[in-house]
């Protein structure tokens, strides 16, 4: 079936650190590839997409590569702020009937300053 | 502004008493889902509906119902409350042909006694 597996937090890392937070992916066919970030109080909001291999999707320099051959799509940021502390899913989406959304566990980031 | 609304934000409720959990948004969105997020398992789809009149299960249907009477409106209902339904509830909303940007509710804390 499909799944996504994500690295356990929490991680914790000092203002201007680098920023990996891993995910793989298991899926039948080329399904489209996710990553939402929720802030301490709020809903998830989606950060980057890819939706084929090769792509690269960045927002607020956050980056990821969809991988087929590895099947990940590992999260990047060159220099993390306080302000990215949140708790991060890579998802991916069941392109069946129901377009579903499916989730990894999630990673708590903490950035200290 | 665009956004989705759930009411209420924070309920405690005892086992047994009905309760609805209201959820609105305002972007003309065709799809509609509801996910239960618990610590280590992430999201996890509750039902979903790709327009009105349209429902259907999610992974963990058991002991909720959805009803989708308007394009806006997708409450859940917990005819039975128990205590595992105590769980943080999101209701979130997109186009039907962009189904993976979903837009996601601040969230709903249930707690079950």
């Known amino acids: 079936g499909n799944s996504v597996t994500q690295m356990e937090g929490p991680v914790t890392l000092s203002e201007e650190a680098f920023l990996t937070i891993n995910c793989t992916y298991t899926a039948t066919g080329y399904p489209s590839l996710f990553w939402y970030v929720q802030y301490p109080g709020e809903g998830l909001q989606l950060l980057l997409k890819a939706t084929k291999a090769d792509d690269k999707g960045s927002n607020k320099g956050f980056e990821a590569t969809y991988r087929k051959e590895t099947t990940s799509f590992h999260l990047e940021k060159g220099s993390v702020q306080v302000s990215d502390s949140a708790v991060y899913f890579c998802a991916l989406i069941r392109m069946d009937s129901s377009y579903k959304l499916i989730f990894g566990s999630g990673t708590r980031l903490l950035v200290r300053p | 502004e665009a956004q989705v609304t759930q009411n209420p934000r924070y309920l405690i409720t005892v086992t047994g008493k009905k309760l609805t959990v209201t959820c609105s948004q305002n972007?003309?969105?065709?799809?509609m889902s509801w996910y239960r997020q618990d610590p280590g398992l992430g999201l996890r789809q509750i039902y979903y509906s790709m327009n009105v009149e349209v429902t259907d299960k999610g992974d963990v249907p058991e002991g909720y119902k959805v009803s989708r009477k308007e394009k806006r409106n997708f409450p859940l209902i917990l005819e039975s409350p128990s205590p595992n339904q105590t769980s943080l509830y999101f209701c979130?909303?997109?186009?039907?042909?962009?189904?993976?940007?979903?837009?996601f509710g601040p969230g709903t804390r249930l707690t079950v006694t």
């Open positions: 972007m003309n969105h065709e799809y």
């Open positions: 979130a909303s997109s186009y039907y042909r962009d189904s993976y940007e979903q837009y």
